[in-house]
């Protein structure tokens, strides 16, 4: 098969309107992080790169573009939560991108309610379907290839305790779609949805036996 493709070093530039970088690793779940700082005072802001990394135990972590609030929160107090944004809750998660001092509380600033969580301090989003309780295990700044230290950290934070919605559970299975999970696309504005008539089931090779 034959292709033409655009080749960039990113060192170099990537020659077009926008950086594709982002689009490319995409749709990317939303790390909606609740946090506090050491006075009590709430901030809830949205880290489009964020993933799970450990099953067991569960290990998840956010990337943060800079000295931010969340950041210096989770490293002070030791813990912090991740909210589901669902589709119903993106203005509201839009809202607290908003770059504003460290003295806003976003909860308000977007209409949300702070619920109490059982295992930490740091409450979550009240509005949310699924809320990871989590507790700071690892900072790490990231570096560059040659060594040099970028202006972006790593948040890993275990997950100690998890509210789910029993409707999105059938059977003991969490049901993805029915939680309606707002994804980031590529570029300033892009945000995808999942839906159940999209889904692809796959079973993984069968282990070959000695």
Not at 34 to 51: E, H, I, K, M, V
């Amino acid at each position: 098969m034959n292709r033409e493709y655009h080749f960039y070093e990113p060192a170099k530039g990537h020659g077009l309107r926008h950086s594709p970088f982002n689009a490319i690793i995409a749709p990317r779940p939303i790390g909606w992080i609740s946090s506090q700082d050491t006075a009590g005072r709430l901030n809830l802001a949205p880290y489009s790169f964020f993933n799970a990394f450990n099953y067991v135990p569960p290990i998840i972590g956010f990337a943060s573009n800079g000295a931010k609030d969340t950041l210096a929160n989770a490293e002070a107090s030791g813990e912090f939560c991740w909210n589901l944004v669902s589709e119903a809750l993106g203005t509201a998660m839009n809202t607290t991108s908003a770059e504003v001092g460290p003295e806003v509380d976003e909860f308000e600033l977007a209409g949300l309610t702070p619920a109490e969580s059982r295992v930490i301090s740091t409450p979550h989003v009240a509005q949310a379907r699924a809320v990871f309780e989590c507790r700071t295990t690892q900072i790490i700044p990231l570096t560059t290839a040659e060594g040099e230290q970028t202006v972006t950290s790593v948040v890993f934070g275990e997950v100690v305790g998890v509210h789910i919605d029993q409707s999105l559970l059938t059977d003991g299975i969490y049901q993805t779609a029915a939680g309606q999970p707002l994804v980031r696309g590529g570029g300033p504005t892009a945000y995808f949805t999942i839906d159940e008539q999209n889904r692809l089931d796959m079973k993984r090779p069968a282990k070959e036996s000695p």
